[in-house]
């Protein structure tokens, strides 16, 4: 049995390794430990969207009170409870799945597939607008304090940014979380010292801004009535619910916390949600106590910090000025770095979906460093699109923004109370539980309909039709992969089941001078079967040898720790154990090999010739699928292994056939022509 090694055992483009990094061996025990993340940077690498929100959410709840600014109390203290009850309501949903609670699995298996790709379609989405936003915002910041000659060059900056992000995610989490700690923690700084520092020079005026909340109330009950105090206070708070989008990610991120991950995601999703929820209400407060009002040009945070730091000194020097310039710069960094939740949770995302066939499987592979890298790249370019569709008009894609996360929320929490509903026998305690998930339904059903209504015309209406287009085309790949699946199910039925008895013959000799067949194995499955027999019916009698050779891929549904991939190696180990009883009781001496790895290709290859120094004359067999109909699925969705192998191969002085199995992709009800097929390779296998 092959060990795994890297493609490090060859021959590497040194440029390659030094932009993308050294690859990592998946089998290493170290592994998990090393590119997994504690509890603090967990809150760095995932805790930058929901800090940075603060930028944008406090201020335009706040702008939309108007005159009525005493409602900012209510402002203060609503935003806080629905941080915390959201983030304590996720709290819970991590222990239910320690292995990722993301809005996807939850709806998927509380409440059914179809939810369940509405929520990851919904979540990709969101995770695309997040770093476009995110983008956006902090490139608005920088560009406010540069000359007007140089905007043309604003889009630039922002694609050089995905692309720089895109790179630093593709060298591996821990490594592009490790980079940005300084800048994270640089904002964490900055923004306590200008919070508690507004409170302590304003201490002295809290009893009469006290006095002018009361009258304020007072007076707008008399000219607006509740109904209209209501009313103004729902739409400010909704307009703010930007600032509750990145509490969910620690929930989708758990696969890259360190063990033990609940407890680890649990500490995590404490962390973010105090920080933010200190954060985005110490600011409205600091807004409160220096009755901050809109200037021309200007953040609300820049006018908060200005009024803060403006007359600062220090021994001759204007230490306000550059506590300005260092926080309003810390603030434009961590909108930057919130495009690194997107790039974490995104591609998780989409991993997860296309395990269930929704998206195409190859986003579920792995990559040389141990990253979902179709993932990143596809995230990414879409996010360029993105803010090319939009010309990066931050306001444009802010009100695109936040509809598809508490569209996400609401299945989540929906999944729970139903799951607490149907298990209530189960646990004497159910009420408790599901108080905070109805509590949490509520919030978010309520911001979910005041937002679309709100937005819709807006540009709202942008993002529920990207997000419904993706729904279809989820749906086609999954209509697809599962005809196919529905097509090669009668050739694996009939073929498995041919009738053999291992034990009535003895088991075929070695001979390896004589001509073997090294063939290119998935499973015990139809498919290998059917590339066995068809050697026998095109070369009667020729080879004497065969050798299956396997490799279990390592993608993101394996990579979560040493019992998943242990389980992989057993798996693959009793199929090519079948295999080599199969072939021996057709009279051919078999053996197998097996290989772990993340490169599909490269492991092949190594498999491919270390057979070719034990059987010099061997020559290469695989199966691959051929569909009736081409199409643009078909082409897209499988992937072409048997041919980039046969080049591979090829190059290095080695014979490979590729043995084609017809594919009869029937509409419900028609005569499925390919049991013919199988009927014929039965009694073929038979005789």
């Known amino acids: 049995m092959s060990a795994y090694s890297p493609a490090a055992a060859k021959q590497r483009n040194p440029v390659k390794q030094l932009i993308f990094g050294k690859p990592k ?28 929100s603060s930028a944008y959410g406090p201020e335009e709840a706040f702008r939309a009170l108007g005159d009525q600014h005493y409602l900012a109390v209510g402002l203060i203290v609503a935003t806080s409870v629905t941080i915390f009850v959201i983030a304590y309501a996720y709290s819970r949903i991590i222990e239910h799945f320690p292995f990722g609670g993301g809005g996807y699995i939850v709806a998927t298996k509380l409440l059914g597939s179809g939810f369940g790709v509405v929520s990851g379609a919904a979540l990709v989405v969101d995770y695309i607008l997040t770093i476009s936003v995110s983008i956006a915002a902090a490139s608005d910041a920088i560009f406010s304090f540069l000359p007007r000659d140089l905007h043309a060059w604003k889009l630039t900056v922002e694609f050089a940014a995905i692309g720089v992000f895109m790179l630093m995610n593709i060298r591996g989490v821990k490594e592009s979380v490790t980079v940005i700690a300084p800048v994270f923690m640089l904002f964490i700084l900055t923004h306590v010292v200008v919070i508690l520092g507004t409170i302590a020079l304003h201490l002295g005026a809290i009893p009469q801004i006290a006095g002018e909340v009361r009258e304020g ?21 909704t307009r ?19 063990e033990p991950t609940v407890e680890t995601g649990k500490k995590t999703m404490l962390y973010i949600a105090t920080s933010l929820a200190l954060t985005a209400c110490g600011i409205l407060l600091c807004y409160l106590l220096i009755h901050a009002v809109p200037v021309e040009g200007k953040t609300m945070n820049a006018v908060l910090i200005e009024r803060f730091a403006a007359g600062f000194h220090w021994g001759g020097l204007p230490l306000g000025r550059w506590i ?47 990253t979902v890298q179709n993932g990143v790249v596809l995230i990414s370019t879409a996010a360029a699109l993105t803010l090319l569709y939009t010309g990066g008009e931050t306001s444009l894609l802010v009100l695109m923004y936040s509809i598809n996360v508490f569209l996400t929320f609401s299945l989540s929490e929906s999944g729970m ?16 539980h599901i108080s905070i998930h109805i ?86 499955d139809g498919v290998t079967i059917h590339t066995l027999l068809n050697i026998q019916r095109l070369f009667p009698n020729h080879f004497k040898n065969i050798i299956f050779v396997s490799v279990g891929v390592i993608d993101s549904g394996r990579f979560k720790g040493a019992r998943e991939i242990e389980s992989l190696r057993k798996a693959k180990e009793e199929d090519l154990h079948s295999l080599v009883e199969f072939a021996n009781a057709l009279g051919w001496y078999a053996e197998s090999r097996l290989a772990l790895g993340v490169d599909l290709i490269a492991e092949l290859e190594k498999l491919c010739n270390d057979a070719v ?18 199409s643009l699925f078909s082409r897209l969705l499988h992937n072409h292994t048997p041919y980039a192998l046969q080049r591979r191969l090829y190059f290095s002085g080695h014979n490979m056939m590729i043995l084609p ?27």
């Open 240 to 258: 703010g619910a930007g600032t509750y989008t990145g509490i969910e990610a620690v929930s989708n991120g758990l696969q890259i916390m360190r």
């Open 25 to 52: 061996d998946p089998l290493d025990p170290k592994v998990f430990h090393q590119v997994s993340l504690v509890a603090f940077l967990a809150w760095v690498g995932l805790g930058s969207d929901g800090l940075s």
């Open 661 to 687: 199995i017809r594919v009869y992709l029937m509409q419900p009800g028609a005569r499925d022509p390919d049991q013919v097929t199988t009927k014929r390779l039965s009694e073929t296998a038979a005789s």
């Open 439 to 524: 509590t949490g339904l509520i919030l978010c059903l309520s911001i979910l309909a005041v937002m679309i209504v709100e937005k819709f015309t807006e540009g709202g209406w942008v993002t529920m039709a990207i997000t419904a287009g993706f729904i279809s085309i989820c749906y086609a790949v999954k209509t697809h992969y599962d005809r196919v699946r529905t097509a090669l199910k009668g050739l694996d039925e009939t073929l498995i089941n041919i009738p053999f008895k291992p034990d009535l013959r003895p088991v075929p000799a070695k001979k390896p001078g004589a001509a073997a067949a090294v063939i290119v194995a998935r499973a015990f």
């Open 217 to 237: 109330f007072a007076h707008g009950r008399a000219t607006l009535g509740w109904g209209g105090l209501t009313a103004l206070f729902l739409f400010a708070y």
């Open 613 to 630: 120094r034990d059987f010099p004359t061997a020559v290469f067999f695989a199966g691959k699928l051929v569909f009736e109909r081409e």
């Open 324 to 370: 300005i310039i260092l926080t309003l710069a810390s603030e434009a960094a961590i909108l930057f770095i919130a495009a690194q939740t997107g790039l974490i949770d995104g591609p998780r995302v989409m991993a997860n979906m296309a395990s269930d066939s929704w998206l195409p499987h190859r986003f579920a592979h792995l990559s040389e460093r141990l």
């Open 417 to 432: 109370v139903r799951y607490w509903i149907h298990h209530r026998r189960e646990y004497r305690d159910w009420k408790r």
